[in-house]
């Protein structure tokens, strides 16, 4: 099965959820509008507890295309869907207070960092069909992401590393910032390593640098 990247599909891969991402073929549409339409149910309002995961998996089921049989047909897949919210949503909200310990980080705290960062942006994403954080190709990037903080070990002191203490650096509020731009090291990273070419994947350097 060839799984588009989009919010739910990626989230499925963190968790090891290979098959409810297999399965569940109505996350697989990458079309923009439906990223839109996940990043939504993906609010924190929508998954912050029991009751609110429920229904968004009823919703899913009764609003969205026949493509989520398998959520209605089958328990375990429903169990697990909810399972993976409640977690994305603990591990998120955690790690959004925890700033201060950014150091001990790992590369599953970074990753759902951003990912919790992109997805609260959509809720305020005035661009066009909110292709400032909904594009495609930027959830396609995640997941490359995804696998270069796993492949290279990223961890909060990398991360930490990427700003230097050099005065000339500096924010106007006396900050670090990255040398080259956070946004712009991270995607010539990742492209190198993957063999990618960086136009198509240009719209995630403000997401990376804002978050």
């Not at 963190?14 to 509008?33: K, M, P, S, V, W």
């Not at 029991?50 to 998996?57: F, G």
């Not at 594009?135 to 796993?150: A, C, G, M, S």
Request: glycine letters at 4%; one cysteine or more; aromatic letters at 12%.
């Amino acid at each position: 099965v060839d799984i588009k990247k989009t919010p739910f599909t990626v989230l499925f891969s963190i968790y090891g959820a290979r098959e409810c991402a297999q399965t569940l073929t109505g996350f697989h549409d990458d079309a923009q509008d439906n990223i839109v339409k996940q990043c939504d149910y993906l609010q924190i309002t929508n998954i912050n507890n029991k009751s609110s995961r429920k229904q968004l998996i009823k919703d899913l089921i009764s609003k969205e295309s026949p493509n989520f049989n398998d959520l209605q047909s089958k328990s375990y897949n429903r169990i697990h869907t909810k399972y993976i919210l409640s977690q994305f949503h603990k591990e998120s909200q955690k790690l959004k207070y925890d700033t201060a310990n950014i150091r001990s980080w790992t590369s599953h705290d970074i990753i759902l960092s951003f990912i919790s960062h992109l997805i609260e942006a959509s809720a305020h994403d005035e661009t066009q069909n909110k292709k400032a954080t909904a594009h495609p190709k930027i959830w396609e990037f995640v997941d490359f992401l995804r696998r270069y903080f796993n492949d290279t070990q990223y961890d909060g002191q990398k991360f930490l590393s990427s700003f230097d203490n050099n005065d000339n650096n500096k924010n106007a509020d006396g900050s670090s910032r990255p040398t080259k731009g956070f946004g712009l090291q991270m995607m010539k990273s990742v492209c190198t390593k993957y063999q990618l070419k960086s136009g198509p994947f240009s719209k995630v350097k403000k997401q990376c640098n804002i978050w």
